[in-house]
């Protein structure tokens, strides 16, 4: 029976690693659900910030798309900010040819002085 090198197997594994991007790395780990975390720290972490009402199905990626949107409804300056970065991230401050319909506007804020 020949001996494993686990030595030489954890620097072929370092090496392979290094090649990989910070980047790529971390969309591996956005596409995991929880369930393939179960039993982590984080696992624990992520179903107490949610009050356990969180499906073992839900995906890193959406577990942070939730949290974002569970900051922008708490208001104060983390929600502004929150807010902010949504609109960062669909692009919606980005485009500068957008249709504003200022009766639409009018409409909406009459009243409020």
Known sequence: MAKIDYDRLYKEE??????ISYNNR???WLGR?????AGSELYGL????FNGNISDDTTLDE?????????MLRGG???????ELTYKID?????????????EIEESTEGIK
């Open 26 to 28: 971390l969309k591996v």
């Open 91 to 103: 692009g919606t401050l980005n485009n500068i040819e957008a249709d504003v319909d200022l009766d």
């Open 77 to 83: 300056t983390a929600g502004i900010k929150a807010i």
């Open 63 to 71: 577990v942070r798309i939730q949290t974002l949107i569970k900051n």
């Open 33 to 37: 659900s929880l369930k393939d975390i």
């Open 14 to 19: 370092a090496a392979n690693l290094a090649k």
């Open 46 to 49: 992520i179903k107490e910030a």
